[in-house]
């Protein structure tokens, strides 16, 4: 694949008009927030800029992150964000196949050193020297690691390649491992969520085309102009929870008139995402909005932050086998309360006893 | 009562002695002036804020049964989370005041905040503490602050989780003011410690059942003490001054 024609010389071949083109600018300014003045000059990069080559990487991973890649809408729809990538290896995308493929991968390698985007799907299981996970007759932490070296940025697509996600989850039998952990000398972009919103993806491939820098991030490597707040600090059900009006069972009138599913254990409060703002499916919906809590999936160990449906965290302790906060602490305060009453009654005993004591030696 | 000497000790110096070894009395006068007024009022003031966030931050994570009608209506579940808001930043500016005021106040002032973990003696004597509470010594030893066990505690049980509380909360606080804020400034650096907001939510709350447990003791055994050992304790966190029932060593 050629890498060397400007994003608008493929737009034009595939008989994109002008105004269709400008349309996109656009659109693609107001998506990331930047205001109608960045529309030209996204337009100047377009037109002056070589495709960026990316590697999509697949790892230990469901394929969720690819399928919800391709079906963004804004920018537009897939097959124009491939052209705007000269995107030289994908698994999932791909014509090539076998060895065809792997000499693809070689040639990006060898021809755009230092300057590709490494998009990894997925992670590498570390256990067993990397075994549960073999791409092209080797374990995948090899690949990895070797196409890892050579690349401008990283991208951690997905809650598998950010967080580890279910593989990761306890207990772990393959060592599934995020990349930040394995990939120490690159930058790192994480886009967490099991999928990551479609638009999110292309949202943060097209900042890095359009400013050829990576896009500010929080603390956690996230970009914050699509992490930078909770679900919870957008959603549309926020009303009923600043009120006090909450679903208390699944199918209860409060549930069916739309109230808050905090106490259904929606993880909104503590998840860092989009989905309230740019929703799913070109912003037709999102969990909330279709009567679900959220579960947290762009949020660390969300699996292990279960149960889904409840508040509180289940902790294992040595004594309960599954508890959460509120138990240990009533628990505690019970013992507490047990232990202050037998000191009260030992106390008053032997305060009687000296007392009487007293009263026999005078 | 031989002899009533009321010797009321002013404040020492500027880091004065900011190691202070839990004083035992050797010859006691029969009342002495402990807990100075900011130390008190810190005290009622920083217990009420801890019922009033105990009691909010119960309820919001385990929300009272739903009301209906209209959201515009309402706003319980927001006033609830606003005193528990404004109760925590007034229990930090009292954490503050308190931690400012230990550099100006008595030794007493700074008792809470060193325990001399690295004594010998010190150790010895919160031995002897816990066999009072055990019923196995006959006679409590008199002191004029905390005693050694009491110290202990109140840094282990009282003062830690209450710092807990406050980073934690902190961390919480900020999560809603947003990433760009002082707030994410100050403690943004909680995530680090203890991951996810999940997590820390769940240390808040553990935390807060720490503080509940703390408080039922404390309560017990300043009353306790009261009546059964040999000097004053709930009305000297009124009025400042420690009265001594005997005379004797």
Known sequence: MASNESFYDVFRQQGISRRSFNKFCSITAASLGLGPAFAPRIAHAMETKRRTPVIWLNGLECTCCSESFIRSSHPLVSDMVLSMLSLDYSEVLMAAAGHQAEAALQETLRDNYGEYILAVEGNPPLNEDGMFCIVGGRPFLEQLQEMAAGAKAVIAWGSCASNGCVQAAKPNPTQATPIHKVIRDKPIIKIPGCPPIAEVMTGVVTYMLTFGEIPPLDRLGRPKMFYGQRIHDKCYRRPHFDAGQFAEAWDDENSRKGYCLYKMGCRGPTTYNACSTVRWNDGVSFPIQSGHGCIGCSEENFWDNGPFYERLAKINTPFFVESDADRIGLGAVAVVGTAIAAHTAASALQRARSNSNAAKSE | ?249
């Open chain 2, 1 to 249: 009562m031989a002899t009533t000497s009321e010797t009321k000790k002013a404040p020492s110096g500027f880091f004065a002695k900011v190691i202070h070894h839990s004083t035992e009395v050797e010859s006691p006068a029969s009342k002495i002036y402990v807990y100075e007024a900011p130390v008190r009022f810190w005290h009622w003031m920083n217990a009420l804020c801890i019922v009033a966030l105990v009691v909010t931050g119960y309820l919001i994570g385990k929300p009272l049964p739903s009301i209906g009608g209209e959201a515009s209506d309402h706003f319980l579940f927001g006033n609830i989370r606003l005193i528990h808001f404004a109760a925590g930043q007034l229990l930090i500016v009292l954490l503050v005041y308190r931690i400012v005021w230990a550099f100006f106040g008595n030794e007493h002032s700074h008792q809470l905040f060193l325990p001399p973990f690295w004594s010998r003696k010190w150790w010895g004597e919160v031995w002897h503490e816990v066999r009072w509470y055990s019923f196995l010594e006959k006679t409590p030893k008199k002191y004029i602050g905390h005693n050694p066990l009491a110290q202990l505690a109140m840094f282990t049980v009282f003062l830690l989780p209450l710092l807990n509380l406050v980073a934690t909360g902190g961390a919480l606080y900020a999560e809603g003011e947003g990433i760009d804020s002082y707030w994410y400034m100050a403690f943004g650096w909680v995530f680090s410690v203890y991951g996810d907001s999940f997590n820390v939510h769940t240390v808040h709350r553990l935390s807060m059942w720490v503080i509940v447990c703390f408080t039922m003791i404390h309560t017990y055994l300043a009353i306790r003490e009261d009546i059964m050992s040999r000097q004053s304790l709930v009305s000297t966190m009124i009025s400042g001054w420690r009265y001594f029932k005997d005379d004797k060593e």
